[in-house]
């Protein structure tokens, strides 16, 4: 495949990002209940690895004890069919394009289309990488949109609920809106934005702009935003952002879809030409984040008007600037709006096999009601005691290791916290999604002026101007972030403001504008975490605790015992926990 993206598109910027999305996972929904999930870079150590989910998928498989023929239903998060061909025809032959350019482009999209995202490519694909074909009668190809909204759906426990999904692009469109009743989802056709007006796709180029990673860095320009005030006026709304009545919204430069640097001369002439600093970066990020929120707010205006569901769904890659989420959700007139851990494309397999199902002809109101419960976020695989010694023991020359009972893990890791040190924590089933929540994280005590400096050089290896989330018990989070409408916050996908008389007790977990981007806890969610963190509270009178995901800049969150301690070595964490076992260096 890539072989295939290399030779005909080239520098184009058409890519397996742009056809078949990016975050490779894979799913298991059995009788309504989803029994597994893991993306394909916890386990082939590629971040954001678009390669084919094989690994994922024989996890899954195997955690359930089941072989491919006992599927009753193979969900694919992508619908690449004829008409998708022919509409994005279409638009090339209606292009101002010299005429010789469009007829390559629209010869190279019937091979791409033939050979690489077709139904027959992607079961030919499937075939060749697992060794087994579907039946094409137990096939369902669910579009991309669909499967985000499925997915916010599902996780939050299938109730009723309107929905925003925004991201970069789908097969045509960057974002839609609708209404899903008894699983059976309505799509308001007057609100579709084509991926020529793509906030998402437009967040991406300034993020390339920036001189960061596109579909990889934006949460860096968000981080950015904190340190400035939008311009005003802001160009971004005066001159490029078109609000209409409808509640759609358009560029007044169209982009271009393939191509993250057309409106580079643009942001020059907005904002001057660019500069390597703090000051240039954090101004056009400020811009940039206000541009964004105005434009969701307007979405979500619309449609509060013509729904009458009290329960707002906001999915994909959008939904994951966690800057926007908490205002928009304020003045939405929303009662409720949730933001699923698996928002980004990490979700969307969950989404497709859970949309598969509800769709299904067996699957009636009894079944769904049966399967109606918020599902936790830890999907992923575990390691029990045995395989955490096994792992161990090849790093005996390099550590020293001592072994707790169960009782006793809470109260030395509390006692620990107390001081000025970073320490690596696994504990449990992975978690899905782009969050590190509390079973493969890097905890320290916020208490600690320079704490946040410390793990930013000497372990994350990344920017020094990255905040860093604060864990927080979910009784207790009102007291100290002024949290609005908002009651909880589990997956770290709404940001508030820290309480003034909080700001000097918990200084390594608030951002330079005063704000943190929480994750709440409960005993029923994340016991052993919980617990700890109660703790620690008991033993300092700190309120939160800093989490940061397990991983080094540039790689994926660990997965396994091995992976967790390669990170343990290759950094200046001071204490390991694996389970129960206390690890440090020698």
């Known amino acids: 495949m890539s072989e295939f993206f ?6 184009t910027g058409i890519n397996k990002h742009y056809l078949l999305g990016h975050d490779a996972a894979a799913a298991l929904v059995i009788d309504g209940r989803l029994v597994a999930a893991v993306e394909e870079e916890r386990l082939n150590r590629e971040k954001k690895t678009t390669d084919f989910p094989v690994n994922a998928i024989d996890w899954c498989l195997e955690e359930a004890g089941i072989t491919y023929d006992d599927v009753d239903l193979f969900a694919f998060p992508w619908n690449w069919s004829e008409q998708v061909l022919d509409e994005i025809l279409d638009g090339i032959r209606s292009s101002s394009a010299p005429e010789d350019a469009k007829a390559r482009l629209v010869a190279d999209m019937r091979d791409l289309f033939e050979q690489v995202v077709s139904h027959d490519a992607i079961l030919a694909d499937f075939e060749a990488r697992t060794g087994h074909r579907p039946d094409p009668a137990k096939v369902r190809f669910v579009p991309h949109h669909l499967a985000h909204a499925t997915t916010g759906y599902y996780l939050a426990g299938m109730k ?42 437009l967040f991406s180029s300034i993020t390339r702009f920036l001189g960061f990673v596109p579909n990889n860095d934006e949460y860096k320009v968000m981080g950015l935003a904190g340190y400035a005030a939008p311009p005003s006026p802001n ?38 030409p660019f500069e390597d600093t703090l000051e240039y970066t954090s101004r056009v990020s400020a811009a940039a984040q206000e541009m964004l929120n105005v434009a969701t707010a307007h979405q979500v205006r619309h449609l509060r008007g013509r729904t ?28 409720d709006m949730q933001v699923s851990f698996g928002a980004s494309d990490t979700g969307i397999t969950i989404g497709a096999a859970a949309h598969a199902w509800l769709n299904d002809a067996g699957t009636g109101p009894e079944a769904i009601a049966a399967a109606s419960a918020p599902v936790t976020p830890y999907l992923g695989p575990a390691y029990d005691e045995a395989a955490i010694a096994e792992a161990v023991e090849g790093f005996a020359d390099r550590v020293t290791v001592t072994r707790l009972e169960d009782d006793e893990v809470v109260d ?25 929540l ?17 793990i930013n050089t000497r372990v994350k290896h990344r920017e020094p101007f990255r905040p860093f989330a604060p864990l927080v018990l979910e009784e207790q989070a009102p ?51 919980t617990a700890l963190l109660r703790k620690f509270i008991e033993l300092t009178d700190t309120p939160c605790l800093i989490n940061t995901s397990f991983n080094v800049a540039g790689e994926p969150i660990v997965c396994t015992p091995t992976d967790a301690l390669n990170c343990f070595m290759g950094t200046e964490i001071d204490y390991l926990i694996l389970g129960n076992h206390v690890i440090a260096k020698r």
């Open 438 to 454: 509390g079973h493969r994280s890097i905890l320290a005590n916020p208490g600690f002026d320079d704490i946040k400096d410390i």
């Open 235 to 272: 160009p971004f709304l005066e001159k490029l952002l078109t609000l209409h009545d409808d509640g759609r919204y358009s560029f007044t430069k169209p982009l271009q879809t393939d191509n993250l640097h057309s409106h580079d001369e643009l942001f020059e002439e907005y904002f001057g």
């Open 308 to 335: 009458d569901l009290d329960r707002l769904l906001f999915e994909g890659g959008v939904a994951l600037n966690c800057l926007n989420n908490t205002p928009m959700f304020e003045g939405s007139g929303f009662e």
């Open 6 to 11: 290399s030779e005909r598109f080239g520098a």
């Open 160 to 201: 009723d609920a309107a929905f925003l999904v925004s991201d970069g692009r789908a097969e045509r469109f960057s974002t839609l809106t609708g209404e899903i009743r008894g699983g059976r989802i309505t799509v308001f056709e007057d609100s579709v934005t084509g991926a020529h007006h793509s906030m998402g796709t």
């Open 479 to 529: 007291k100290i972030f002024e949290m609005g409408r908002k009651t909880s916050s589990p997956y770290m996908t709404f940001v508030f403001p820290v309480r003034e008389e909080y700001k000097d007790r918990i200084p390594g977990a608030v951002h330079v504008d005063g704000t943190s981007r929480i994750q709440t806890l409960t005993d029923e969610g994340t016991p052993r975490l």
């Open 412 to 436: 030395h890791v509390a006692q620990l916290l107390t001081q000025k040190v970073v320490i690596g924590w696994f504990d449990g089933r992975v978690e899905h999604g782009p969050r590190a």
